[in-house]
């Protein structure tokens, strides 16, 4: 089930708040920087209900890679403190509370 933001509107707001071009993100590079946000953004949308396949179409990504980004992002709620704070605000941000 999809929130009922639209995925632009909420990529947009994300991007406010990760201070990222939508550009950047969807962009070939891969530095850490960018991928760490782009990897936030996946996972933050993905359980809200967005397909990967529609998250990887408007990232220009391969739904794989997304799948990719959300397992990692996985891992690092477990392990990094530093990013789960980064996940946390990000959700609360874009949807006022963090996941569950």
Do not use: W
Request: net charge positive; glycine share 6%.
């Amino acid at each position: 089930m999809e929130n009922t933001a639209t995925l632009e509107t909420l990529i947009n707001l994300a991007c406010t708040n990760l201070k990222v071009d939508l550009s950047e993100l969807q962009a070939k590079y891969r530095g850490r920087a960018i991928v760490d946000k782009r990897r936030l953004l996946c996972h933050a949308l993905a359980i809200r209900g967005f397909t990967v396949e529609k998250i990887g179409k408007a990232l220009n990504r391969d739904h794989s890679s997304i799948t990719h980004l959300i397992g990692t992002s996985r891992d690092f709620l477990g392990t990094d403190l530093q990013y789960r704070t980064r996940f946390n605000n990000l959700n609360k941000f874009l949807y006022g509370a963090a996941p569950m």
